[in-house]
């Protein structure tokens, strides 16, 4: 998805942070055009309801609500994934607020669409100002709680316990589940992509096992072996020319693909730990926050 580096989890993990945790939209029926809006979008027919909140705008352009509005606008251009779009009419939004409260709120939705975009540190920058120096406790935590979320989708393990420690933990969420997975993803023996090239050129197939894929490494050995032997064979029988088109086009080729192998099975092992425990945590947070709304909805 748009969300950084290509994780397959990234709809996944977009889908629980809009969800659970963003657009806090309240309706607002004063006027029958917006009322006509908020039915819509809560139909989710997202284009139909921008089309009446542009309507209603462009005839009240002076109207009060517009913070409001444009947020709306955001929301259902976020569902529709049209992630510039979304940022535009949020940026409409904070030009709108009537008070500091809202814009920071506003800004807070804003991090959401970069965190969307693939641009954490832009988010982050956001999220890091707005959670430690608002003055509104709502706006803080939601702060917080997206800056612990985006820190995690970045996969910086000792960044998100240091923040779940300091703002989630006696705040939020409280869980000996959730401390130990952020205290092994902190210790993942990641592998190094070089030290496993460096070792299949050394030895073909090292890189494989270095990496725990064993039954490549095997291949990769026996394979470069082979062609390895079938070269000195030759050249030690005098066959040159066989020699060099063995090493040409089937030493050379496998050797070197068994270096590149190597490098990006390590990538691969890299992020698929790290996308683990990135699943592992999210899911944890989304359980916890369908229990809070259940709760909510019970106690109504």
């Known amino acids: 998805m748009i ?62 609500c517009l913070d409001g509005i444009y947020s709306k606008v955001g ?17 409409k939004s904070i030009f709108y607020a009537q008070n500091d409260s809202l814009m920071e709120q506003r800004n807070v939705d804003r991090s959401v669409m970069y965190l969307a975009l693939g641009n954490i540190s832009k988010a982050q920058f956001y999220l890091k100002e707005i959670a430690s120096s608002s003055a509104y406790n709502n706006v803080r935590d939601r702060a917080s709680i997206l800056l612990f979320l985006s820190l995690i989708l970045n996969h910086d393990w000792q960044a998100a316990y240091d923040t779940y420690e300091l703002e989630i933990k006696n705040r939020h969420i409280e869980s000996v589940l959730l401390e130990s997975t952020l205290i092994n993803a902190i210790n993942i ?46 050249l030690i029988k005098e066959r040159y020319t066989s020699g060099f088109l063995v090493f040409i086009f089937l030493f050379q080729r496998y050797y070197n693909g068994n270096r590149y192998q190597a490098y990006y099975h390590a990538i691969e092992h890299n992020e698929m730990v790290n996308s683990y425990y990135e699943k592992t945590i999210l899911d944890y947070i989304q359980s916890v926050y369908d229990i809070n709304q259940t709760s909510a909805l019970r106690k109504r």
């Open 75 to 91: 929301f259902c251009f976020a569902n529709q994934m049209k992630w510039d779009d979304a940022i535009e009419a949020i940026d």
């Open 3 to 64: 969300f950084c580096r290509g994780c397959k989890w990234r709809l996944y993990c977009l889908k629980i942070i809009l969800l659970v945790l963003i657009f806090q939209t309240s309706i607002m029926a004063e006027d029958p055009l917006l009322e006509l809006a908020d039915s819509l979008m809560l139909a989710r027919f997202y284009s139909d309801a921008i089309t009446e909140y542009y309507r209603y705008s462009f005839f009240n352009s002076h109207s009060s």
């Open 189 to 234: 023996d990641y592998k190094s992509p070089t030290i496993a090239s460096f070792l299949s050129t050394l030895i073909p197939g090292m890189g494989q096992f270095y990496n725990g894929r064993w039954l490549a490494g095997l291949n990769a050995m026996a394979l470069n072996g082979t062609f390895g032997y079938l070269t000195i064979n030759s």
